[in-house]
C-alpha cells in the first residue's frame, strides 16, 4: 500500500522560504511521476510542480523562477523548495505519485494515483 505523507508547511510572510517534504513508502514502480498541488479555500486543486523518472521537471507559470521541485529516490523522498513566497501562494499542498510517466500531463491531478494528507502553507502580507 503506498503511503504519501506531507511536512514542512507553516507560517511564514511574504518574501519567506519554506521546503516541503513528502516521503513516499511502499512504491516499487520505476516509471513514475510525483508532483506537488495545492489548494486554497473555496479554489479548486492546481499544479505546482512535477517531476517524471526520465528527468522531465515541469511548474505552473505562477512559480516558476520561485519554486524547485527535487527528489532523493534513497530516501523516497519529494522535496518543494518554495522562496520568495507571496499570500497567492497560501493553500494546503499535496504531493501525488503516478505509476506512469506522465511527461505531458505532469501537472494534471487527474492522471494521479495515491495522495498525500497534505500540508498548511499560509503566507501573510
Known amino acids: 500500500q503506498v503511503q504519501l505523507v506531507e511536512s514542512g508547511g507553516g507560517s511564514v510572510q511574504a518574501g519567506g522560504s519554506l521546503r516541503l517534504s513528502c516521503t513516499i513508502s511502499?512504491?516499487?514502480?520505476?516509471?513514475?511521476?510525483m508532483g506537488w498541488f495545492r489548494q486554497a479555500l473555496g479554489k479548486g486543486r492546481e499544479g505546482v510542480a512535477g517531476?517524471?523518472?526520465?528527468?522531465?521537471?515541469r511548474y505552473a507559470d505562477s512559480v516558476k523562477g520561485r519554486f524547485t521541485i527535487s527528489q532523493d529516490n534513497a530516501k523516497n523522498a519529494l522535496y518543494l523548495q518554495m522562496n520568495n513566497l507571496k499570500p497567492d501562494d497560501s493553500a494546503m499542498y499535496y504531493c501525488?505519485?503516478?505509476?506512469?510517466?506522465?511527461?505531458?500531463?505532469?501537472?494534471?491531478?487527474?492522471?494521479?494515483?495515491?495522495w498525500g494528507q497534505g500540508t498548511q502553507v499560509t503566507v501573510s502580507s
Open positions: 501525488a505519485v503516478a505509476s506512469r510517466e506522465y511527461n505531458s500531463f505532469l501537472l494534471a491531478e487527474k492522471w494521479y494515483d495515491d
Open positions: 517531476i517524471s523518472s526520465g528527468g522531465t521537471i
Open positions: 511502499g512504491y516499487t514502480f520505476s516509471s513514475y511521476s
